[in-house]
């Protein structure tokens, strides 16, 4: 079937999270997508909604080729008035983190609302055989929006307890100081469950007004807000954020500043955050033309934690979609470990649960190449009156395993209260 997605200017400033339509519950669609973060004190990024394709390729290490195969054999035609970067068809995409596992998956959406520089569109992807659609739909600025019914989320459980992880964090040093390997990111699950159906988008909005500079997204019942950008491409010019080594954050600024200038300091959370950061160069470096990054990390501070985070940005030297280099640096070592095939070999003997598509890339696509993908952190998969919340830590020589423990518990705090959980109770 040929499809024509037509994108025109649109005159709307509002949020483009509260763009995305509620029911007469204040629920927002099954089927929302979101990238969204904040740029120049302005919300930017792509939200959308409804079904023109959903493309699910194979498990498999070929799987981010096959995706972008799929979506770029689609019968498409194209009438763009704007022209900007994510004008158009876009396909917001998530993936397994392993190979063989399912879950990956690209989604075409049927109706498009984005905004960069200033700028609002709108597209619209419709059958070109004359088909009637049906409206778009757009919230009405006069209408009264209520808010969803919520109900607080209540802890279901870990696939592993506490001691268990522990116990993994520890063996994982035994290996690392025995030389088997030099860094392994562990992971761990924190099952949560409600009395109603959580709600992708209202999770999305809560997320982004608490991390406005982190990308929010929604794709597939998957929700986030990544601080961590995999890579970002505007025709050959690609950009990288590298995350690794974390500290909490104080109310007190002194004691705030303290806690930053010890994790800058800190030759355990350094040698994590080299190993990062070389897994990232070492990729990029030989597909680049150029290839800048920071020559020291510097921090990166959040509403609940800090980062120590070193940027790269470079210049393609061969003309290679925003797909092609995400398959070739995923899982770095921020979320897999150095060397990559023993650290996820290790992870697979140690974590205890499946991952799914924690930690994987996660973001948006368009036919040109040009996207942006993000690493699924600070994330809960929704499931119903389900979800599955996520976090991880960098285990290296130096690790402890009550203070790595004691991390995740940091990390995990953020989608706990998104979710309405009490972390208490």
């Known amino acids: 079937m040929t499809l024509r997605a037509r994108t025109v200017a649109l005159d709307d400033d509002r949020p483009l999270l509260s763009l995305l339509p509620r029911d007469h519950g204040g629920r927002g669609p ?56 994510g004008t158009g068809p876009v396909a917001f995409g998530t993936f397994a983190f392993t190979d063989d596992a399912p879950g990956s998956l690209l989604a075409l959406p049927r109706v498009i609302v984005g905004r960069r520089d200033g700028r609002t569109w709108l597209t619209t992807i ?110 050959r010019e690609v950009f990288s954020r590298v995350l690794a080594g974390t500290a909490g954050r104080s109310e007190d600024e002194a004691d705030d500043a303290a806690l930053g200038a010890a994790l800058l ?44 985070a070193t940027t790269f940005t470079g210049t393609l030297a061969e003309d290679r979609s925003a797909l092609e280099v995400v398959a070739a640096l995923h899982p770095t070592a921020a979320v897999g470990g150095t060397p990559r095939r023993e650290a996820v070999e290790l992870i697979a003997e140690l974590e205890g649960m499946d991952r799914g598509r924690y930690a994987a890339p996660v973001g948006w696509t368009d036919l040109t190449g040009n996207g942006e993908w993000g690493i699924a952190l600070r994330c809960a998969s929704l499931d119903g009156a389900r979800a599955r919340l996520f976090a991880g830590v960098g285990v290296v020589a130096g690790s402890l395993p009550e203070a790595e423990l004691e991390e995740t518990r940091l990390k995990l705090l953020a989608m706990q209260t998104a979710l309405g959980e009490d972390p208490t109770a």
């Open 126 to 235: 419709d059958p070109a055989d004359g088909t009637a659609p049906a409206p778009v739909g757009l919230p009405d600025p006069a209408a009264a929006r209520s808010e969803p019914a919520r109900d607080r989320a209540r802890f279901a459980g870990s696939s592993q307890p506490d001691r268990y992880w522990l116990e993994a964090v520890a063996t994982a040093v035994e290996r690392i100081r025995a030389g088997a390997l030099d860094k392994v990111v562990l992971a761990r699950d924190h099952a949560v469950w409600s009395q109603q159906p959580f709600d992708a988008a209202d999770l999305a909005r809560r997320l982004f007004a608490r991390f406005p500079s982190c990308h929010t997204f929604i794709v597939d019942g998957f929700v986030g807000a990544t601080p961590e950008l995999l890579l970002s491409r505007r025709d």
């Open 265 to 308: 300091a800190s030759a355990k959370e350094q040698a994590e955050h080299r190993f990062a950061a070389d897994s990232v160069r070492d990729v990029l470096r030989p597909l680049t033309d150029a290839l800048h990054h920071d020559p020291t990390p510097r921090l990166l501070r959040l509403d609940n934690v800090q980062h120590l």
């Open 30 to 85: 099954a089927d929302a997508l979101a990238w969204v973060h904040t740029a120049a004190g302005s919300d930017e990024g792509l939200v959308g909604w409804g079904v023109a394709a959903r493309l699910v390729p194979a498990p498999g290490a070929d799987r981010f080729a096959a995706a972008e195969q799929a979506f770029r054999d689609l019968d498409i035609e194209v009438d763009d008035e704007v022209g900007a970067l």
